[in-house]
């Protein structure tokens, strides 16, 4: 629910950010919380899809990943058909109704990684785990590291995410049960480590490797702080309700909320004239 919730946020700062209502504080913010959004949502991800990927049936496991690329193209082309005919979007060019398939867009990118990323959890039922997760660690490490890089948006995070997504699904459990996650010292200390890793980060100058491997460090925090502050707000009853709503209905509020927020911060704009900056 908390992952989802600042996936949001940050499509409406891009959204804002387009009708030129954003200041400086909402990319901060944003690139606050960029370690915990994607690394917690796979990481959750992988744990919930454990038990499909696990499943003895091939035919479950064929269901999953069809479901999967079902989603992915029927929202794709839902997206290409808004992009096509809104006024707030210039319209795709013509390869992109055939290049969505190997390339998807900033927005849908996550349901192409999943059905991926269930098929090398599956893998993990005939091929040693701890060697495809060193693997998927190392191809994770470099891309955050600059080491390799790819042209398009969602190829790079699919390398970056994938041992968040596996260690969720493969080792998540010792984790998740974890008393010291549960300690009411635990939030609190792992967000302030958190913000002393990113003040360092956002303050210092460094090399594009030095910085990467910080990033993919304060990352593994990000999914530490993420479930910490899950269980924290969790134990407030009329807080609790928010992130297991939104967690009961993240597929339909990701693959929707798009469009929805480019309309809100259209209107928004026009409302003002464009005359007004929402600051924070």
């Known amino acids: 629910g908390i992952s989802i919730a600042l996936v949001v946020v940050f499509h409406a700062t891009m959204a804002l950010d387009r009708q030129n209502m954003a200041d400086a504080h909402y990319w901060l913010l944003n690139n606050f919380m960029s370690p915990i959004r994607m690394p917690m949502f796979f990481f959750i991800s992988g744990f919930l899809m454990k038990k499909s990927a696990r499943s003895a049936s091939t035919d479950a496991f064929y269901r999953k990943v069809a479901g999967l690329i079902y989603l992915f193209v029927l929202w794709s082309v839902i997206h290409l058909l808004w992009e096509t005919v809104s006024p707030l979007t210039s319209a795709p060019a013509a390869n992109r109704w055939v290049e969505f398939f190997y390339s998807p867009s900033s927005v849908l990118w996550f349901i192409w990684a999943l059905a991926i990323y ?12 701890d060697a495809i997760f060193v693997v998927a660690l190392m191809l994770s490490l470099v891309t955050y590291m600059g080491l390799i890089e790819f042209a398009n ?30 300690h009411p010292a635990t939030f ?15 303050k210092g100058s460094f090399a594009t490797p030095v910085m990467g491997t910080m990033t993919f460090l304060m990352a593994i925090l990000g999914i530490v702080v993420g479930l910490a502050m899950s269980i924290f707000l969790c134990s407030f009853d009329l807080i609790r309700r928010v992130p297991v709503y939104l967690g009961q209905n993240t597929l339909g509020i990701y693959v929707a909320h798009s469009p929805i927020v480019a309309v809100l911060a259209a209107l928004l704009a026009k409302a003002t004239q464009g005359g007004m900056v929402i600051s924070m």
């Open 188 to 202: 609190p200390l792992s967000l302030l480590a958190f913000g002393v890793a990113f003040a360092i980060i956002y």
């Open 118 to 129: 269930f098929c090398i959890a599956r893998a993990g039922e005939t091929v040693r785990r």
């Open 153 to 182: 948006y969602a190829h790079n995070n699919v390398l970056k995410f994938l041992p968040m997504f596996l260690f969720g699904a493969w080792y998540a459990k010792p984790l998740i049960n974890s008393d010291t996650l549960r």
